[in-house]
């Protein structure tokens, strides 16, 4: 191969790469350590540190509660001496505000522990001010003209209930401490904020609900468990792109004949490179107290998947987010680069994030645990009901939650949920609602093994439900797993946006629970009528079959289910009072900052787009039509030698013909885009529509096209790395 060729210089190097060796802990003899051992230790939570008194540790906690005091200086003083001194005998010379903007990723600014004692000797501190509250620069980040540029003060301020962490690099150890950002008026310019909000809301609702029907609970948390799906390509491979550079996708590539269709790939063996990454990934995540539970090859060649031991909500998505900025940084150490875009190669499948989201008691009661019995099971079945109805009555923020330019590449695809958001329970669950609607007896089947009539293998337990991965919102057992949330987004909004639509069924069924016992009915039949009602009210909303298939489309439309095909139809809603007001009247979001995110979020899809668009044409013009003209060039050349020699030329005047007729169709292409790009106003929510409805049609015209031509040109003129050299080289 020639080595003067980018493509075939990227594969040379790609091919010669080698496994790193990671260095897993040992103790003094050599051996390894077991995780345990190790778990947490980048970890300062005052909760569990021993060098916090328990007085104080009880008061903050207590202020956590509460949220009408405030923290004393004299016990945050404690807590940040403390935590100076561990974070310094580690290694950190600075320490920063960790946050998460509404950029979808996280921010930070460094500050040096060093400062001065009265005497002038230099010393190393952290004050219980800089602990506490923080000020970056508001304007900056995305506010969606909530903020003018002379408007420039924020706050953050310490979330107490995340851990402090120490985040290392070759040269340097800061110390990170998860906080909510603000702006200067209060409002939230973040996604903690609100979902902090949400889950105090949720808790309040749940915790009277529990004790409403006997069961003595002080609290209730939300728990969730965010399983990550990512690409690996070779760094080389994603130099030579400036499509995956710029936008994480490839805007166009021909498909291989063999990708995932024998699903081989699937929880096949994990090549050894990639363990190596696996490996080290798991290793600074443990360290990180981050409970890294299952490794596995996901369905498309070059796609994986890693998942934790589920927590508490809150903290879970900020492990999350250092969950996805520690796969790409580990995977940079290997050589790869991660593509955590829902949609980094068209005709394979994407990349999603399946919240496992649920609800438990301070006394460790999973609320949606069905027990071996759930028809006898009245306080369960209400919850289930309860969520039904909330799933139901705002399926369209829901949906508004998870929308990105990405997740509209994969929604829908054969691969993922549809965009039509619908729950479901499974066969066991199923007719025991139904046996409720219709007043029937439900029969419950006690076969809970299976016999698989092999007496070397153990006899299976059965679960309560199947498992149905075309469904966005999924009964898996004894929680519901949020399947359409895309890979790349932060999981603070969707859940932020669930947990209110959870407690506003909550605060209502906690009402009829009041008044039918008021009237002299037990706590069952209280319960059942909860469930009834809303099981007459939103059992629509239940699907149980293949969410892929296209009469599902048809059924859905009949039930009143609605479709948000795309980012802005779904962002709309956020400008929609009637539709957000159970956000509003909660107090999780206000109106200024729904306004804030419906602004944010339109114009980021609009920017991405037209960085793909820009993108794309700068490809074409820059690889895809020299490399064509060059080989029509080289098709000349050659019927003229034939010619002069008496050589028949048909053949290489069909691939003329057929390069000539591709070329001139992808240049009428490449004029359209380009003045649909010209025809963009000011107005961002109408650019919006254009981008998704004319121009994105017209980059997929663009795309099938240099498809085309990659099929025909030769490989010495075609510079780009292919889908092959990605998925397949590691």
Not at 370 to 385: D, M, W, Y
Not at 450 to 472: F, M, V, W
Not at 610 to 636: D, G, M, W
Request: net charge negative; charged share 25%; glycine share 6%.
């Amino acid at each position: 191969m020639k080595a003067t060729n980018p493509r075939n210089v990227a594969k040379v190097i790609a091919n010669g790469r080698k496994p790193k060796r990671i260095e897993r802990p040992v103790d003094g003899e050599g051996h390894y350590l077991p995780v345990s051992s190790y778990f947490g230790e980048n970890l300062f939570d005052f909760r569990t540190a021993p060098s916090i008194p328990e007085s104080v540790r009880k008061e903050i906690l207590s202020v956590s509660k509460s949220g009408n005091k405030k923290i004393s200086r004299e016990h945050a003083e404690i807590v940040a001496s403390a935590v100076t001194d561990w974070a310094v005998s580690r290694g950190a010379t600075h320490f920063c505000h960790w946050f998460q903007p509404l950029t979808g990723s996280t921010a930070e600014k460094h500050d040096a522990f060093l400062s001065f004692a009265p005497d002038g000797r230099p010393i190393e501190k952290l004050s219980a001010s800089q602990l506490l509250q923080g000020e970056p620069d508001a304007s900056s980040f995305p506010n969606g003209g909530s903020r003018t540029t002379f408007e420039a003060r924020g706050y953050t301020s310490w979330d107490i209930t995340s851990p402090i962490f120490l985040k290392k690099s070759l040269n340097a150890v800061t110390l990170c401490i998860p906080t909510a950002f603000v702006s200067y008026y209060g409002d939230a310019l973040d996604i903690k904020t609100p979902l902090l909000r949400s889950i105090t809301k949720l808790d309040k609702a749940a915790t009277e609900y529990m004790n409403l029907t006997g069961h003595d609970t002080k609290f209730v948390d939300v728990t969730c468990g965010c399983e990550q799906e990512y690409f690996l390509i070779d760094k080389a491979f994603f130099a030579s792109r400036s499509d995956l550079v710029m936008t994480g996708r490839t805007l166009f590539g021909q498909l291989t004949s063999k990708n995932q269709q024998l699903s081989d790939h699937y929880f096949g063996a994990i090549p050894e490179r990639v363990l190596a990454f696996m490996c080290e990934l798991e290793l600074e995540m443990h360290r990180l107290g981050i409970p890294a539970k299952t490794r596995h090859n996901e369905v498309a060649p070059g796609q994986f998947e890693i998942a934790p031991i589920f927590t508490d909500a809150n903290r879970a998505a900020d492990q999350n987010m250092i969950t996805m900025a520690l796969i790409k940084e580990t995977a940079e150490k290997h050589n790869f680069h991660a593509l955590l875009h829902e949609k980094p190669f068209a005709g394979i499948n994407g990349s999603g994030k399946h919240i496992n989201w649920s609800m438990g008691t301070d006394d460790g009661l999973n609320l949606l645990e069905p027990s071996k019995e759930p028809h006898q099971n009245p306080r369960f079945l209400t919850t289930v009901s309860i969520i039904i109805e909330a799933v139901k009555r705002h399926a369209k923020a829901i949906r508004m939650s998870i929308a990105s330019q990405g997740n509209d590449h994969r929604l829908g695809a054969n691969e993922a949920p549809p965009s039509i958001i619908s729950v479901f329970l499974g066969e066991t669950l199923d007719k025991i609602y139904r046996s409720i609607l219709e007043g029937a007896t439900y029969v419950h089947n006690t076969q809970n093994t299976l016999d698989l009539g092999a007496t070397q293998l153990a006899h299976l337990l059965k679960d309560n439900t199947d498992r149905n991965r075309t469904s966005p919102f999924a009964f898996t057992g004894n929680k519901f797993e949020v399947r359409a949330c895309g890979s790349s987004a932060a999981t603070g909004f969707p859940m932020s946006v669930l947990n209110a639509a959870v407690a506003e069924v909550f605060e209502e069924s906690n009402e009829i629970i009041k008044s039918e016992i008021s009237a002299g009915k037990s706590i069952d039949e209280a319960l059942t009528s909860v469930t009834k009602k809303w099981l007459k009210n939103s059992y629509d909303v239940v699907f149980n079959g293949d969410g892929y298939s296209k009469d599902w489309l048809v059924e859905a439309e009949k039930r009143g289910l609605p479709n948000l095909r795309t980012t802005p139809d779904a962002l709309k809603i956020l400008s929609d009072i009637n539709e957000t007001k159970f956000l509003t009247e909660s107090g999780i979001f206000n109106q200024t900052e729904l306004t804030t995110r419906h602004n944010v979020l339109v114009e980021n899809y609009n920017m991405l787009r037209c960085i793909e668009f820009e993108t794309l044409l700068n490809l074409i013009r820059q690889h895809i039509v020299p490399s064509t003209i060059h080989y029509k060039t080289e098709l000349a050349t050659a019927i003229k030698g034939h010619k002069e020699v008496g050589i028949d030329s048909a053949i290489e005047f069909e691939m003329i013909k057929k390069l000539n007729f591709t070329l001139n169709s992808l240049m009428t292409c490449v004029n359209s885009m380009e003045n649909g790009l010209k025809g963009l106003t000011e107005n961002e929510e109408e650019n919006s529509f254009k981008i998704a409805n004319e121009l994105m049609p017209v980059s997929e015209e663009l795309a099938k096209f240099c498809n085309q031509l990659e099929e025909i040109l030769p490989n010495h003129l075609w510079n780009l790395p292919k889908y092959y050299d990605m998925l397949f080289i590691r």
